[in-house]
């Protein structure tokens, strides 16, 4: 154990016996660190920093608006579910609802009758806006059992996206079309985990909860991810320079000027 050395002035006079004060009225003694007659109390760096209480982060207002994607008209009760939160929010008559999130990473999934439940993910660093647009269904038929239809489009624009490649445990997969669209038949089980990749956009995996006895859909919105390409080096050579040697002069480091 550390101690602490501090003298301490005696109260009796000279020439006590042993254990008494010496003739100087001084002794020394040593005592905890914690607690001591020198009414000292030291506490060493890291416990004050681990007495310090946690910063808790603000949460920042989130505001989305759901509208349809062929009218731009805003969609009055979509039901919005957030990874994480356990409350769910409705939108409006203008298509909005605000809710506060701290700043993280979120999965959303939006409801709306008539439309293709979407799933889609953002990023939360400070207030901001956030515009979801929404499919209809249009005439698809909702009653085929044992089938997922799987939509996919730009998350923000709503742009549909041809040629991702959606994939489902047990090798079954396929390629979206003009309309964005991909087909499964026989999907079994309560839940389809759907993965889809596309060039240019970020991976996604959904578990996707499928209703029994008709078709499920669900429309995934793809977040644009950027790809860094190998960069391409073009040239072109004269034929009338070629025949003179001056490529050949300047690739040996040959002196010249070329006009």
Same mark, same amino acid.
């Given at each position: 154990?550390?101690?602490?050395?501090?003298? @301490?002035?005696? =109260?009796?006079?000279?020439?006590?016996?042993?254990?008494?004060?010496? =003739?100087?009225?001084?002794?020394?003694?040593?005592?905890?660190?914690?607690?001591?007659?020198?009414?000292? #109390?030291?506490?060493?760096?890291?416990?004050?920093?681990? @007495?310090?209480?946690?910063?808790? !982060?603000? *949460?920042?207002?989130? #505001?989305?608006?759901?509208?349809?994607?062929?009218?731009?008209?805003?969609?009055?009760?979509?039901?919005?579910?957030?990874?994480? @939160?356990?409350?769910?929010?409705?939108?409006?008559?203008?298509?909005?609802?605000? +809710?506060?999130?701290?700043?993280?990473?979120?999965?959303?999934?939006?409801?709306?009758?008539?439309?293709?439940?979407?799933?889609?993910?953002?990023?939360?660093?400070? /207030?901001?806006?956030? /515009?979801?647009?929404?499919?209809?269904?249009?005439?698809?038929?909702?009653? &085929?059992?044992?089938?997922?239809?799987?939509? !996919? /489009?730009? +998350?923000?624009?709503?742009?549909? &996206?041809?040629? *991702?490649? &959606?994939?489902?445990?047990?090798?079954?997969?396929?390629?979206?079309?003009?309309?964005? %669209?991909? $087909?499964?038949?026989?999907?079994?089980? /309560?839940?389809?985990?759907?993965?889809?990749?596309?060039?240019?956009?970020?991976?996604? #995996?959904?578990?996707?909860?499928?209703?029994?006895?008709?078709?499920?859909?669900?429309?995934?919105?793809?977040?644009?991810?950027?790809?860094?390409?190998?960069? &391409?080096?073009?040239? *072109?050579?004269?034929?009338?320079? $070629?025949?003179?040697?001056?490529? %050949?002069?300047?690739?040996?480091?040959?002196?010249?000027? !070329?006009?």
């Amino acid at each position: 154990m550390s101690s602490l050395h501090c003298r @301490q002035r005696g =109260r009796g006079g000279p020439g006590r016996g042993a254990g008494g004060l010496s =003739r100087t009225g001084w002794r020394t003694v040593l005592l905890p660190l914690v607690a001591s007659p020198c009414l000292a #109390t030291f506490v060493s760096g890291p416990v004050l920093w681990a @007495q310090e209480p946690d910063r808790e !982060v603000e *949460a920042v207002p989130v #505001t989305v608006q759901v509208s349809d994607a062929e009218s731009s008209v805003p969609l009055l009760g979509a039901l919005i579910e957030l990874t994480g @939160q356990s409350r769910r929010y409705v939108t409006g008559m203008d298509g909005k609802v605000t +809710f506060e999130l701290q700043p993280g990473h979120y999965t959303f999934t939006v409801h709306k009758g008539g439309y293709a439940t979407l799933r889609g993910d953002f990023g939360v660093v400070g /207030a901001s806006d956030l /515009a979801v647009v929404m499919h209809g269904l249009g005439d698809v038929d909702a009653s &085929i059992p044992e089938r997922l239809l799987v939509r !996919v /489009a730009e +998350f923000g624009t709503g742009r549909l &996206i041809e040629g *991702a490649a &959606i994939s489902l445990p047990g090798g079954q997969g396929g390629l979206t079309d003009g309309s964005g %669209w991909v $087909e499964f038949r026989d999907v079994d089980g /309560a839940v389809a985990e759907v993965t889809v990749q596309m060039l240019g956009y970020r991976k996604r #995996t959904e578990p996707v909860t499928l209703h029994e006895g008709r078709t499920t859909v669900v429309e995934v919105a793809m977040s644009i991810d950027a790809v860094v390409l190998a960069p &391409i080096e073009v040239e *072109a050579r004269s034929g009338f320079l $070629e025949a003179q040697g001056v490529y %050949w002069r300047m690739d040996h480091g040959r002196t010249m000027h !070329v006009f």
